[in-house]
Nanobody, 117 residues
Framework: QVQLVESGGGLVEPGGSLTLSCTAS????????LNWYRRAPGSEREWVAT?????????AYADSVKGRFTISRDNPKKTSYLQMNRLKPEDTAVYYC?????????WGQGTQVTVSS
C-alpha cells in the first residue's frame, strides 16, 4: 500500500535551515506529483509546495515560503525533499507530504519543525 514517511524535522533558531525528506513506497513514485503541507498549532492545514511528475519537475510555492523553501525529488530514491532556509518562528508546524493517487489523498505521519531561539 502507499506509504509516505517524513523525516528531518527538529528545533532550529530563526534564520536557520532544515531539510525535510519524504520517502515513498507502494506506488510508482515518479508518475505522481508530490505535495508538502504544514499545520501550525491552532491553525488550518496550509499547502506549502508542489513538484510535478513531469520531466521538467515544475514546482509551485505558497507565497509565505517563496524564495526561502525549495522542493525537489529524487525519483530513483523515491524521495522528495523540502529545503527550508531563513526559517521564521511562523514556520513552526508539523510538515506533511502528500500524494493524490487513485482518487485518494495519501499522507505521511508528519515531522515537527520548531523555529525558536
Amino acid at each position: 500500500q502507499v506509504q509516505l514517511v517524513e523525516s528531518g524535522g527538529g528545533l532550529v533558531e530563526p534564520g536557520g535551515s532544515l531539510t525535510l525528506s519524504c520517502t515513498a513506497s507502494g506506488f510508482a513514485f515518479s508518475q505522481y506529483a508530490l505535495n508538502w503541507y504544514r499545520r501550525a498549532p491552532g491553525s488550518e492545514r496550509e499547502w506549502v509546495a508542489t513538484i510535478s511528475s513531469a520531466s521538467d519537475g515544475a514546482v509551485a510555492y505558497a507565497d509565505s515560503v517563496k524564495g526561502r523553501f525549495t522542493i525537489s525529488r529524487d525519483n530513483p530514491k523515491k524521495t522528495s525533499y523540502l529545503q527550508m532556509n531563513r526559517l521564521k518562528p511562523e514556520d513552526t508546524a508539523v510538515y506533511y507530504c502528500n500524494v493524490y493517487r487513485s482518487r485518494t489523498y495519501h499522507w505521511g505521519q508528519g515531522t515537527q519543525v520548531t523555529v525558536s531561539s
